[in-house]
């Protein structure tokens, strides 16, 4: 796969955690919101070292 593919379907789930995931867990299970957002946080952090590691 190439790495622009990988960054554009990470950057889809991401927004689609966002959007959609994050406010259904918050909504309705609260008790799992923080597992998810981590979840979440850890995507994005991911994305970042990917751009990093190609700007260069």
């Known amino acids: 796969m ?10 889809e789930q991401l927004a689609k955690d966002c959007d959609v995931h994050l406010p259904y867990y918050l909504e309705h299970k609260p008790e799992t919101y923080s597992s998810r957002l981590l ?18």
């Open 39 to 56: 979840m979440t946080q850890r995507k994005m952090q991911a994305l970042i070292g990917l751009q990093a590691m190609f700007d260069k």
């Open 2 to 11: 190439k790495i622009e593919t990988f960054k554009t379907l990470l950057l």
